[in-house]
């Protein structure tokens, strides 16, 4: 069973910052990638950033320069440092992994950006 607990979520105004946390059970990013994702009201889940077990990262082009991922192997955590925030950013963020054929998800944390 592989478990991925989101945290770090809340409310923050436009140009702001969070730190969004995704405790997993045992050392899964060691041996799959990472993903986080997010998903708005009315749309479809989108692929924000990724990072492999050999520490490669991606973003997508709307938050490069801006997010930017990171794990801490002695926490078991992957981290999604999210600065100079914009309204469009708000949805629901989660962290995946894919392992066994299976992609897992975490319950999600809600950021808002709004004044």
């Known amino acids: 069973q592989v478990q991925l607990v989101e945290s770090g979520g809340g409310l923050v105004q436009p140009g702001g910052s969070l730190r969004l946390s995704c405790a997993t059970s045992g050392s899964i990013f060691t041996v799959t990638t990472m993903g986080w994702y997010r998903q708005a009201p009315e749309k479809q889940r989108e692929l924000v950033a990724t990072i492999t077990t050999g520490g490669s990262t991606t973003y997508a082009d709307s938050v490069k320069g801006r997010f930017t991922t990171s794990r801490d192997s002695a926490k078991n955590t992957v981290y999604l440092q999210m600065n100079g925030l914009k309204p469009e950013d708000t949805a629901v963020y989660y962290c995946?992994?894919?392992?066994?054929?299976?992609?897992?998800w975490g319950q999600g944390t809600q950021v808002t950006v709004s004044s």
């Open positions: 995946n992994a894919y392992i066994g054929a299976i992609n897992w």
